[in-house]
């Protein structure tokens, strides 16, 4: 047992920019879950580390405290010796990269864990998309979750609530009092769920550009490189990579839309970027879980990940070949001038696609499966005044005005003989 | 009306450094009072202005904010043109004077609209001294508190709820969340009540040194630089003086025997250094009031200090004849060596008067009014082994310990020929 400590010393040892003790940090974490230390200290607490950081140690303690606070899944012996492998990505729009991704890792002889969030704000969540597909239900119970694992090779379900649950109820503080933009707790926030989950190996897609959390790419490499170092501290094989959210992933942004085209990528087709980082993402991913002899790009080819996505999606009520909603109406925004499109602006589309109906505003609100915005060109086409440039979709007309409001500085057309200034697909890979 | 805002925006104005705008100070400290920005929002907040500090016009705004949570008070008409004047301490060990100096200041022709409190850890409360005395009550009704000002001239008593609740309720989270020693938030929690209590002029005694809040007479200065600047800012002639709290005023740090100490002084005795003090505020209040006609040393010795002190105890239903409680139990410190006393620590001086009964640790915890510490020599004596040093009173001997374990360090003994190394009794006056 910790000896009893004092939630104001703790406090008072961070604001006094002085590094916490382990036995500090242990006490905290275990006193604000079981809520003997309060909210109004946790959040003073908060917004100290925010402003005056955590070293190496403490974000490793930090992470292994909330780890401590619930359980910790294992499947070493469940599997029969096949490797775990997950990913994880920090958030962007467009990005419905898990929905081939897992399936894919699997038919290259991987088992994919993953525990999966939903949507706030202007990116969208991995449950919100998949619960379009009728019957789908995110919730699995452990036995379910580790049938399905050994069976299909991928689960993509809801966290139950004892994973980290000082995790869950410190990131709602952080939410209401502006806590959020802190790399030691974003880092810790994220590897100690990934690490709870029990996998062996983890991918980071850390997202930068206007449509991430991260804007700058020296921000988002140091937030990479604290979260490959606490999955190394914590016995978990963790690349990362940093990845371009200057412009939307693929050609949709919305739950069903994204569902049909991340199909699409399963079925050999699909927008160029997405089928490139699900390629990637998918080596990084059976690299770290040691498996070397599978190039991901025949089993794309072949149908085998189809397939696995086919068996994923009926394990947890699916229908994989019914048919994805659509939104009531549709509106078409068209370009307004000749030219190249230099810049198409990955938040604008977000904050388009949320007030569609395709996110919500807090956690308790409903989404529209069918809402979103389709996009008929990528940065580098040459495009013709008139021609589509948007499709707006949503069950609620009145939400086209906010929508376009929100489109309305999101594009540059340049010149025919410009080239666009973008960011390569991925940026930079940060190992361990 | 104030335009509505959103808790998590200022707190991240402040957090990114930016200075609060006029509107988010109305907003944040108004929605707070009535419960629409949370504890957890408001701490934040508070540990970001810590961290990060607020100008001048943030402070004085924040203060005007407080001020309007709650009722000014005005005695411009009730009182036939004569001057009110106040003094406020920040608190230190054996702080007797406002005991002797608001009966004097009122002998001397001005009004003194003293709202006062009680102690908390070991600086001891106004309050709590001025209840050791029988029958002697803190509470007063706003028709009982014109009525006396009126006819005693002076009056000690307890805040009401209405005057700056917002501050109120601000203090008691600080206490809690590590976020009390920030210059901004202390000098607006003392000036919105200052203010609010209506008096025209003010003094402010700025203790420095272990026994007080302020450690350093830098930041002593800079608090009283912003407190004087408040009080100018909202029409209150505001001085201030940093006076010295290396150790404790006079020779007791006690509840009923600071009230003795302080009845010897208004009888025309008492410790030099009370004395001194007592006349040098006194000076300060009376000249910041406009009266410079009338030399207060006159009126201790006259025995006019003393009569309305008479009066003013038994205004409020106290005794001023009757015997003051002693403690059951008293236990004599010796002096361990001859010498010269170099230091006596009015912080160790102050935990073992707390620790015997004469403070609180929590703010619903009873003291007893005979505990304390009683000093036989000051700095500057000369000291023979064996000799008195301290008496320990307490009813509850079991305190004794502790109280001589608070003690341990608090003196140093010097060969015969030293001379201790001290702040003068008053360090330096700040005016407007």
Same mark, same amino acid.
Do not use: F, N
């Given at each position: 047992m910790s000896p009893e400590f004092d939630a104001v010393d703790v406090i008072l040892t961070k604001r006094d920019r002085r590094a916490l003790s382990d036995e500090q940090i242990d006490w905290v974490i275990s006193a604000y879950t079981r809520g003997d230390v309060a909210d109004e200290q946790m959040s003073a607490l908060a917004m100290a580390i925010l402003l005056n950081g955590m070293d190496r140690r403490e974000v490793s303690r930090w992470t292994e405290a909330m780890i401590a606070s619930g359980e910790r899944m294992s499947f070493a012996d469940a599997l029969d010796g096949r490797p775990t492998t997950d990913k994880h990505s920090t958030g962007g %729009?467009?990005?419905?990269?898990?929905?081939?991704?897992?399936?894919? %890792?699997?038919?290259?002889?991987?088992? %994919?864990?993953?525990?999966?969030?939903?949507?706030?704000?202007?990116?969208?969540?991995?449950?919100?998309?998949?619960e379009s597909i009728p019957g789908w239900r995110a919730s699995l119970s452990g036995d379910e979750f580790l049938a399905q694992l050994r069976s299909v090779g991928a689960v993509i379900c809801a966290a139950n609530d004892n994973l980290a649950p000082a995790d869950k109820k410190l990131y709602g503080l952080r939410d209401v009092t502006g806590t959020v933009e802190s790399i030691p707790l974003i880092a810790s926030s994220i590897m100690s769920k990934k690490i709870a989950e029990g996998t062996g190996a983890l991918v980071l897609d850390v997202k930068v550009g206007s449509g991430a959390f991260m804007k700058e790419v020296d921000a988002a490499r140091e937030l990479a490189e604290t979260m490959v170092a606490l999955g190394s501290d914590h016995g978990v094989r963790t690349v990362a990579l940093l990845t371009n959210m200057q412009t939307p992933l693929g050609l949709t942004a919305g739950n069903a839309l994204e569902v049909r085209e991340s199909v699409e990528v399963l079925a050999g087709g699909g927008p160029e970027d997405v089928v490139e980082l699900t390629l990637v993402l998918a080596?990084?991913?059976?690299?770290?879980?040691?498996?070397?002899?599978?190039?991901?790009?025949?089993?794309?080819?072949?149908?085998?990940?189809?397939? %696995?996505?086919?068996?994923?999606?009926?394990?947890?009520?699916?229908?994989?070949?019914?048919?994805?909603?659509?939104?009531?109406?549709?509106?078409?925004?068209?370009?307004?001038?000749?030219?190249?499109?230099?810049?198409?602006?990955?938040?604008?589309?977000?904050?388009?696609?949320?007030?569609?109906?395709?996110?919500?505003a807090r956690k308790e609100d409903p989404v529209q499966a069918g809402a979103g915005v389709q996009l008929h060109a990528k940065p580098g086409a040459l495009v013709r005044g008139g021609e589509p440039l948007f499709t707006l979709h949503t069950d609620t007309p009145e939400r086209f005005d906010r929508a376009m409001e929100a489109l309305a500085d999101a594009i540059t057309i340049a010149p025919e003989d410009s080239r666009p200034d973008l960011l390569p697909l991925v940026i930079e890979r940060v190992g361990a």
């Open positions: %729009v467009g990005d419905k990269i898990t929905l081939p991704l897992a399936p894919l %890792v699997a038919a290259c002889g991987a088992a %994919v864990p993953q525990l999966s969030g939903r949507g706030l704000g202007h990116t969208g969540g991995t449950l919100d998309k998949l080596r990084e991913m059976l690299a770290a879980a040691g498996i070397d002899d599978v190039d991901p790009a025949t089993r794309l080819k072949d149908g085998s990940a189809m397939d %696995v996505w086919r068996r994923m999606i009926a394990a947890q009520g699916g229908d994989p070949e019914g048919e994805l909603p659509t939104a009531r109406e549709t509106h078409v925004v068209p370009v307004p001038a000749d030219g190249v499109l230099t810049r198409l602006d990955a938040y604008a589309v977000g904050v388009a696609a949320w007030r569609l109906g395709a996110g919500r």
